[in-house]
C-alpha cells in the first residue's frame, strides 16, 4: 500500500510542476495573443481602442496587465472549471472545442498505428531473440533503416508511390469532404481508406525500435538461470519461450508502450501535415506560428495528462506484475 500511496503522490507533484511549466513557458515566448488577435482585427478594417484591447484579453482567458502571480491563479482556476479560454488561430472557436474536434481523428490514427507498431515489433523480436544469428536476424537492418528515416521523407515517398503513383489510397485529407461526418458506415469506411497510409507510414517508422528492443532483451534473457533451468527440466521450446523468456524480456517494452500510448495524443505532427490530416498535430503546429497561447496550453495540458496517466498506469501495474518493484520502492 505505501508503494502505491508514494507513486500517486510523486504523480501529484508531478502533475503540478507540469501545469506550472505549462502556464509558464508560452508567456516567455516572443509574441502576444491579444496585440495579434487586435493586428487581424485591423487588417478586417476594425478600430482598436484601449477598450478593445481589454475586452479582448478578458476574453482570451485573463488580464496580460495584471501581475503574473494573479494570472496564475487565474488560470489554475479557470482549468478547474474546465475553461481553456479562446483560440486565436481559430477565433471565436473555444480552445476545448477545437481539442474536441481534433482529438479523436489523432486517437484513432496514431492509436492504432502504435498498437499495430508495437505488438508486431515485440512479437517479430521475441522470435529473432529466441535464435539469433538465422535469417530472421536480416530483418532487422531493413527495419532499423526504416526507423532512421525521416517522417517526412518516408511520408512523402509512401504518399507519391502509393497515392499519386498506384492511386491505392487518397493523397490528402481525412475522408470524402462530399459525405457528412458521423457514426455510419459511409463515412467510417471513408475515414479508414483516408487513414490507411498515414498509419502505415507511423508503423513503418516505428516498428524497427519495438523489433531492435525486444530482440535484444531477448538475447539477454536466453542467458538468465531460470531460462536455463526451464530448459534443463525437458519443458517445450515454445513453452520456454512463451512464459519465461518472452514474459520477462516484454517488462522494458511495457514500460516504452505506455510511454507512447501516452504520447498519442499529440499526434504525429509532421505526418498529419503531409497528409493535411485533421488531427491534434496540425492544431499544435498551428498554435506555435500564430503564438496562440491558449491553444498551446490546453494541448499541452491534454498531452501531459496522457503522458502522466499512461506513466501512472505502468508503474502500479509493474508493482502488480513484478513484487521486486515493490521491494526496491
Known amino acids: 500500500m505505501n508503494y502505491f500511496l508514494r507513486k500517486m503522490g510523486f504523480y501529484v507533484v508531478a502533475l503540478w510542476a507540469a501545469l506550472t511549466l505549462n502556464f509558464a513557458i508560452p508567456r516567455l515566448l516572443p509574441g ?36 503574473l502571480w494573479n494570472q496564475y491563479v487565474d488560470y489554475l482556476n479557470n482549468l478547474v472549471h474546465g475553461d481553456l479560454g479562446v483560440s486565436v488561430s481559430y477565433y471565436p472557436a473555444q480552445v476545448t472545442d477545437v481539442i474536441a474536434q481534433s482529438l479523436p481523428w489523432t486517437v484513432v490514427l496514431v492509436g492504432i498505428a502504435t498498437v499495430m507498431a508495437a505488438v508486431l515489433g515485440v512479437t517479430l523480436g521475441a522470435f529473432v531473440g529466441w535464435k539469433p544469428g538465422t535469417w530472421l536476424d536480416s530483418l532487422i537492418p531493413a527495419t532499423t533503416l526504416l526507423a532512421a528515416v525521416p517522417y517526412f521523407w518516408l511520408a512523402l515517398i509512401l504518399a507519391y508511390v502509393l497515392a ?43 516498428v ?73 498535430g496540425g492544431r499544435l503546429l498551428g498554435a506555435v506560428t500564430n503564438n496562440d497561447y491558449a491553444l498551446m496550453q490546453g494541448l499541452f495540458l491534454v498531452i501531459t495528462l ?21 521491494a526496491r520502492s
Do not use: C
Open 32 to 67: 502576444n495573443p491579444v496585440d495579434i488577435l487586435l493586428a487581424k482585427l485591423q487588417q478586417r478594417g476594425g478600430t482598436v481602442t484601449p477598450e478593445t484591447r481589454e475586452a479582448y484579453a478578458l476574453l482570451l482567458g485573463g488580464d496580460d496587465s495584471q501581475p
Open 164 to 206: 499519386r503513383v498506384l492511386g491505392w489510397f487518397p493523397l490528402q485529407g481525412g475522408y470524402d469532404v462530399v459525405l457528412d461526418p458521423g457514426w455510419n458506415a459511409e463515412f467510417i469506411l471513408s475515414a479508414i481508406h483516408y487513414g490507411a497510409l498515414p498509419a502505415l507510414t507511423i508503423v513503418l517508422a516505428s
Open 208 to 280: 524497427g525500435g519495438w523489433l531492435l528492443g525486444m530482440r535484444n532483451m531477448m538475447v539477454s534473457t536466453l542467458s538468465e538461470d531460470y531460462v536455463l533451468t526451464a530448459e534443463a527440466k525437458g519443458l517445450s521450446p515454445r513453452t520456454v519461450l512463451r512464459s519465461y523468456a518472452s514474459r520477462n524480456a516484454m517488462l522494458p517494452s511495457v514500460a516504452g508502450f505506455a510511454i507512447s500510448l501516452g504520447f498519442v495524443v499529440s499526434g504525429s505532427v509532421i505526418t498529419e501535415q503531409v497528409f493535411s490530416y485533421p488531427g491534434i
Open 306 to 326: 496522457a503522458v502522466l496517466g499512461a506513466n501512472l498506469v505502468v508503474d502500479l501495474l509493474y508493482g502488480l506484475i513484478d513484487p521486486r518493484t515493490r
